[in-house]
């Protein structure tokens, strides 16, 4: 599904042809994800109703299940577009990174500017997750309690991270991957932890304790293979 983070629009022009189908559906169905998430950061998911989304979105139930056929479909509807979003904004942390800083400032050596990368996307992905916390706390926080689904697709996350940090890294062998598995399993718990807290600044000082301990572990050699 589309990314659905995005401020809707107040309401909707007046008028039959002012705007298509698809894009009256497309509209609906953001108010609803933000509203799904704005709701749960007072209430948690089990507590949150559908009628609770509605008014906040101030969409008719109609056109709710013209969409979703539950609470659930609209929440992992939201779910997908957070999860798209955080990992879209890591990857293009990396990608925008300048892999020779290091090299040029500081005389590091070509795998110094591996490390440049993952540090400019862990910075870009706890930038996302403070720029908008009832999203990060949806796909955090409440995936535990909306159920196996939730939790399988937040665990696919985890996977995914994987996969892109032994990317930036280089990272090939099974001692190295073990590595940034527990890396993003740490940083995930401990993220998750400041985001159902509603630690802004917490999220954030996070990053330099993070990359600075990754550093180290690169260079005793934690994401190497054994000899």
Not at 42 to 71: C, H, I, N, P
């Amino acid at each position: 599904m589309a990314n659905v983070i995005r401020e809707p629009a107040n309401r909707l022009p007046r008028g039959r042809s002012a705007l298509s189908h698809d894009e009256v559906r497309r509209i609906h169905q953001d108010r609803l994800c933000r509203a799904m998430a704005d709701v749960m950061v007072e209430k948690g998911y089990v507590r949150t109703s559908v009628e609770d989304v509605l008014q906040r979105a101030t969409v008719s139930r109609r056109a709710f299940y013209e969409l979703f056929g539950s609470k659930l479909d609209c929440f992992m509807a939201a779910f997908d577009g957070a999860r798209d979003m955080l990992l879209g904004r890591m990857m293009a942390g990396a990608s925008a990174a300048d892999p020779t800083r290091e090299g040029t400032e500081a005389g590091g050596s070509p795998a110094d500017g591996r490390l440049v990368r993952f540090e400019a996307a862990v910075s870009a992905y706890l930038a996302a997750i403070v720029e908008d916390l009832p999203y990060a706390r949806l796909l955090l926080v409440e995936s535990f309690a909306a159920g196996p689904e939730a939790v399988a697709r937040k665990n696919a996350i985890k996977e995914r991270s994987t996969d892109a940090m032994a990317m930036m890294l280089g990272v090939t062998g099974p001692a190295g991957r073990l590595t940034c598995t527990i890396v993003v399993a740490a940083t995930s718990s401990m993220v998750t932890a400041l985001v159902a807290e509603g630690d802004a600044a917490g999220v954030l000082a996070l990053g330099p304790e993070l990359t600075g301990h990754v550093r180290r572990l690169w260079h005793m050699g934690a994401f190497a293979e054994p000899v």
